[in-house]
């Protein structure tokens, strides 16, 4: 079983709504990512931290998505203004450190935009 | 950047025959290769690893060897179960553990 945890695993928002979803990495995980898989199943790498510091995004992120990962919180992924092409699976990740070790994913928040 | 390339997005078989998935990359540093496994409504789950040259990495029945001097790490099994049944993703480590995947290979297992 995944120890990689996301709430909600649905989420149906309208356009312009803001959506938010949040993951708790696996204990001791100071590493964490999240994708975006759309519905032909591509992965695309939306952002990573490591602790609470921002390591790599997209422009996209950097744009229309406010992320965090606040120390004794879960990481949070917001979309501000939600647009249809936004209709994905977001997976959350987590690994121990930041080279070559196993990544674990979350099943993902299922989020349908309206 | 780097790249993943899965040349089938279907594979349909009947249980206990082989099959081979292929991945080949194009990677900027020493390559790192991933097979991860994706059950439906299920987080993806890291099947296979390798960065050494030529040598086999197996694990629960799946076996890959990364080739790096024809940038390929296919996936095999001598025998497919119905249990098998799921989406398959090559991927390589692009640097601080991101992933860039693959599109991605259905495998359907029929009795």
């Known amino acids: 079983n995944s120890k990689v945890i996301q709430t909600p695993r649905y989420l149906v928002k309208g356009q312009g709504q803001k959506a938010k979803m949040r993951c708790i990495p696996e204990?001791?995980?100071?590493?964490v990512f999240w994708y975006q898989q759309n519905k032909n199943n591509e992965f695309k790498f939306l952002i990573n931290f490591q602790n609470q510091e921002v390591l790599q995004q997209i422009d996209m992120t950097e744009k229309r998505f406010s992320a965090e990962c606040p120390s004794n919180s879960p990481c949070s992924l917001e979309i501000q203004s939600s647009e249809a092409g936004d209709s994905a699976l977001y997976l959350c990740?987590?690994?121990?450190?930041?080279?070559?070790?196993?990544?674990?994913f979350g099943k993902g928040t299922r989020l349908t935009v309206v | 950047g780097d790249s993943v390339t899965q040349t089938e997005g279907l594979v349909t078989l009947t249980k206990g025959l082989p099959v081979m998935l292929n991945c080949t990359y194009q990677t900027t540093y020493s390559p790192f290769l991933f097979w991860y496994v994706q059950h439906l409504n299920e987080a993806p789950k890291l099947l296979l690893k390798s960065s050494t040259d030529n040598k086999r990495t197996e694990h629960q029945g799946f076996y890959a060897t990364l080739h790096k001097s024809s940038s390929s790490f296919h996936l095999q099994k001598s025998s497919v179960q119905l249990s098998d049944s799921a989406l398959y993703f090559c991927a390589s480590d692009s640097g601080y553990n991101k992933l860039t995947f693959g599109k991605g290979t259905v495998l359907l297992v029929s009795p």
């Open positions: 990740a987590s690994s121990l450190s930041l080279r070559n070790t196993e990544v674990f």
């Open positions: 204990k001791g995980h100071p590493v």
